[in-house]
C-alpha cells in the first residue's frame, strides 16, 4: 500500500472515534496492553511526560516539548487529532513521522492486529511508543486522547502528569459531573510520580488531593503557585512577567493560553527539580536557563508543528481559526472575540455532535454575520440545523454545505478592515487548512 492507502485503511478498517463518535471509542487496556507485549514493551525505552485534561492539554505538550527540544533533548510528541495530515499526531522534534515507516508498521504487524480489531486510536497510539524507541527518543510528551483513567495511552509510567483542568465534556463517556470526570482524568496519576494540576474547583481539588494521597504522589496545584505575575499583548504574543523564568513571549496568543503557561512552568519547575532539565543534553552540567524556556515558548509553532491556536491565516481582512470546539474553551474564545477591534465580524462555523451545541452558542458574539457550515466528519452538525438554532438565539447568517464554500463567502464579503474568525470545531479549522489556505 501507498501512504494514502495505508492512512485511509486506518481511517476505515478501524473504529475512529474523530468520524465515529461512541462507535468508535473503545473502553479499556486490554487491546493497549496486548499491542504493546506484542510490541515488547517499547515505551519503557525512554522517559515520559503524561498530559490530560479538559482543554489546552494540546497547547501544553507542545508547549513542553517546545522547551525540552530547546534544552538538548530529542523530544517525541504525541497528539491528537491531526488537523491537515495523519503524520502530525507523531513527531520527534517537530518532525512527523516517516510515511514509509507508517506503512511499514502497518504491513509488518497486520496479521497480528486485525484479529485483535483494536480501534483507530489504539493502533496509532502503539504505532507512536514503537517509533519512538526506534528514533532512540530521550522523552515523550504523551497527550490523552480521551479521559485519562481508561485511555489508551495510560499504560505508560510517566516521570511526570499533568492535568490542565475539568470541564463538562464528553460527558456520555467520562461522568455527568466535574466530579465524576476528575475521576477519570486523575486516572493517569502514577504511584509515587509527580503531578501538576493546572486549574480546579472544590470539588474536583478533593479528587486530585485523595488520588494523589492514595498513590503517595507528589501534587502541585499550578493555580497556587502563580508562575504568571502579569500577561500583556506584545507585538510578539503575549508577554508574561513571571516568578522563575523572567520575561517570556509566548508565541500563542488566545486569552486562555496564560492559564496554561502558568501550569507549563510550573511543570518544567518540577522537571528542573527532578533532575531532568540538566543532564548532558545541556552545554553545561547546570539546570538549563531561562533562555531555554524563553526560547520554547516564542518559537513552539516552528519547533513543534502547532496549528489552530488563535492561528493568524491572513492579514487583510484579518483571518484567525481557532480549534476551541466546547464550553469551556469558548468562555475565553468569546471573551478573546469581544475585544477585537473591526468593522465589522464574520465567523464561519460548525460543530460535532457530542458538543453542548446550545452552552456554545450561547456564548456566540451576537454582533457577526455568521457563515454556518459543516467539516467533512460524520460527526458534523447539519449547517442547517446550527442557522434554525442560531434564529432563535439572534444570531443572524446564512448556511454553507461545506467549510471552503462558507470561507469563501466570508472572504468575499469582507471589506480589508473586517475580522474573519473560522472554528467551532477542530474539524472545521482541519477542512479550512487543508483546502483553503
Same mark, same amino acid.
Given at each position: 500500500?501507498?501512504?494514502?492507502?495505508?492512512?485511509?485503511?486506518?481511517? #476505515?478498517?478501524?473504529?475512529?472515534?474523530? +468520524?465515529?463518535?461512541?462507535?468508535?471509542?473503545?473502553?479499556?487496556?486490554?487491546? @493497549?496492553?496486548?499491542?504493546?507485549?506484542?510490541?515488547?514493551?517499547?515505551?519503557? /525505552?525512554?522517559?515520559?511526560?503524561?498530559?490530560?485534561?479538559?482543554?489546552?492539554?494540546?497547547?501544553?505538550?507542545?508547549?513542553?516539548?517546545?522547551?525540552?527540544?530547546?534544552?538538548?533533548?530529542?523530544?517525541?510528541?504525541?497528539?491528537?487529532?491531526?488537523?491537515?495530515?495523519?503524520?502530525?499526531?507523531?513527531?520527534?522534534?517537530?518532525?512527523?513521522?516517516?510515511?514509509?515507516?507508517?506503512?511499514?508498521?502497518?504491513?509488518?504487524?497486520?496479521? =497480528?492486529?486485525?484479529?485483535?480489531?483494536?480501534?483507530?486510536?489504539?493502533?496509532?497510539?502503539?504505532?507512536? =511508543?514503537?517509533?519512538?524507541?526506534?528514533? !532512540?527518543?530521550?522523552?515523550?510528551?504523551?497527550?490523552?486522547?480521551?479521559?485519562?483513567?481508561?485511555?489508551?495511552?495510560?499504560?505508560?509510567?510517566?516521570?511526570? @502528569?499533568?492535568?490542565?483542568?475539568?470541564?463538562?465534556?464528553?460527558?456520555?463517556?467520562?461522568?455527568?459531573?466535574?466530579?465524576?470526570?476528575?475521576?477519570?482524568?486523575?486516572?493517569?496519576?502514577?504511584?509515587?510520580?509527580?503531578?501538576?494540576?493546572?486549574?480546579?474547583?472544590?470539588?474536583?481539588?478533593?479528587?486530585?488531593?485523595?488520588? &494523589?494521597?492514595?498513590?503517595? @504522589?507528589?501534587?502541585?496545584?499550578?493555580?497556587?503557585?502563580?508562575?504568571?505575575?502579569?500577561?500583556?499583548?506584545?507585538?510578539?504574543?503575549?508577554?508574561?512577567?513571571?516568578?522563575?523564568?523572567?520575561?517570556?513571549?509566548?508565541?500563542? #496568543?488566545?486569552?486562555?493560553?496564560?492559564?496554561?503557561?502558568?501550569?507549563?512552568?510550573?511543570?518544567?519547575?518540577?522537571?528542573? @527539580?527532578?533532575?531532568?532539565?540538566?543532564?548532558?543534553?545541556?552545554?553545561?552540567?547546570?539546570?538549563?536557563?531561562?533562555?531555554?524556556?524563553?526560547?520554547?515558548?516564542?518559537?513552539?509553532?516552528?519547533?513543534?508543528?502547532? /496549528?489552530?491556536?488563535?492561528?493568524?491565516?491572513?492579514?487583510?481582512?484579518?483571518?484567525?481559526?481557532?480549534?476551541?470546539?466546547?464550553?469551556?474553551?469558548?468562555?475565553?474564545?468569546?471573551?478573546?472575540?469581544?475585544?477585537?477591534?473591526?468593522?465589522?465580524?464574520?465567523?464561519?462555523?460548525?460543530?460535532?455532535?457530542?458538543?453542548?451545541?446550545?452552552?456554545?452558542?450561547?456564548?456566540?458574539? +451576537?454582533? %457577526?454575520?455568521?457563515?454556518?457550515?459543516?467539516?467533512?466528519?460524520?460527526? &458534523?452538525?447539519?449547517?442547517?440545523?446550527?442557522?434554525?438554532?442560531?434564529?432563535?438565539?439572534?444570531?443572524?447568517?446564512?448556511?454553507?454545505?461545506?467549510? +471552503?464554500? *462558507?470561507?469563501? %463567502? *466570508?472572504? *468575499?464579503?469582507?471589506? #480589508? !478592515?473586517?475580522?474573519?474568525?473560522?472554528?467551532?470545531?477542530?474539524?472545521?479549522?482541519?477542512?479550512?487548512?487543508?483546502?483553503?489556505?
Amino acid at each position: 500500500m501507498t501512504y494514502q492507502e495505508t492512512c485511509e485503511y486506518l481511517y #476505515n478498517q478501524l473504529p475512529m472515534f474523530e +468520524k465515529q463518535g461512541a462507535g468508535g471509542y473503545k473502553e479499556g487496556l486490554e487491546n @493497549s496492553h496486548a499491542l504493546d507485549e506484542h510490541l515488547r514493551h517499547p515505551h519503557k /525505552k525512554y522517559l515520559t511526560i503524561h498530559v490530560a485534561g479538559t482543554n489546552g492539554k494540546g497547547s501544553c505538550a507542545h508547549t513542553l516539548s517546545a522547551v525540552l527540544q530547546m534544552c538538548g533533548y530529542k523530544v517525541g510528541l504525541y497528539t491528537s487529532p491531526h488537523l491537515v495530515d495523519f503524520s502530525e499526531r507523531i513527531r520527534v522534534n517537530g518532525q512527523p513521522i516517516n510515511e514509509e515507516y507508517v506503512v511499514e508498521f502497518v504491513e509488518k504487524h497486520k496479521s =497480528f492486529f486485525e484479529p485483535l480489531k483494536p480501534s483507530f486510536f489504539e493502533l496509532t497510539t502503539a504505532m507512536a =511508543f514503537e517509533y519512538f524507541a526506534d528514533m !532512540n527518543v530521550d522523552i515523550a510528551v504523551i497527550e490523552v486522547g480521551l479521559g485519562g483513567r481508561l485511555d489508551c495511552t495510560n499504560i505508560i509510567t510517566p516521570i511526570l @502528569s499533568v492535568i490542565t483542568n475539568i470541564g463538562m465534556d464528553h460527558t456520555q463517556f467520562l461522568g455527568n459531573s466535574l466530579e465524576q470526570i476528575a475521576m477519570e482524568k486523575a486516572g493517569i496519576i502514577k504511584k509515587n510520580t509527580p503531578v501538576v494540576i493546572g486549574e480546579t474547583t472544590p470539588e474536583t481539588r478533593m479528587v486530585f488531593e485523595a488520588i &494523589a494521597t492514595e498513590n503517595h @504522589s507528589p501534587i502541585v496545584f499550578a493555580e497556587d503557585q502563580k508562575q504568571v505575575i502579569s500577561a500583556s499583548f506584545g507585538p510578539k504574543g503575549i508577554e508574561y512577567y513571571t516568578k522563575s523564568f523572567g520575561v517570556i513571549n509566548g508565541e500563542l #496568543n488566545g486569552l486562555y493560553q496564560e492559564h496554561n503557561t502558568n501550569t507549563i512552568l510550573c511543570a518544567l519547575q518540577q522537571l528542573e @527539580s527532578l533532575g531532568y532539565m540538566h543532564p548532558v543534553k545541556c552545554q553545561a552540567n547546570t539546570p538549563c536557563q531561562n533562555r531555554e524556556v524563553q526560547k520554547g515558548f516564542a518559537h513552539v509553532c516552528s519547533l513543534t508543528g502547532l /496549528k489552530g491556536r488563535w492561528q493568524k491565516v491572513n492579514e487583510a481582512p484579518l483571518t484567525i481559526c481557532d480549534t476551541g470546539h466546547n464550553v469551556p474553551g469558548w468562555k475565553y474564545l468569546s471573551e478573546q472575540l469581544k475585544s477585537v477591534k473591526c468593522d465589522k465580524m464574520h465567523i464561519v462555523f460548525g460543530m460535532v455532535d457530542d458538543k453542548d451545541i446550545h452552552g456554545v452558542m450561547e456564548l456566540l458574539p +451576537k454582533n %457577526a454575520t455568521y457563515y454556518f457550515t459543516k467539516a467533512n466528519n460524520k460527526r &458534523a452538525i447539519s449547517e442547517n440545523v446550527l442557522k434554525l438554532y442560531a434564529q432563535g438565539i439572534g444570531l443572524e447568517g446564512e448556511s454553507y454545505p461545506d467549510v +471552503k464554500s *462558507a470561507y469563501d %463567502a *466570508a472572504k *468575499a464579503a469582507a471589506d #480589508n !478592515n473586517d475580522f474573519v474568525f473560522v472554528g467551532g470545531s477542530s474539524y472545521v479549522v482541519a477542512d479550512l487548512l487543508k483546502n483553503c489556505i
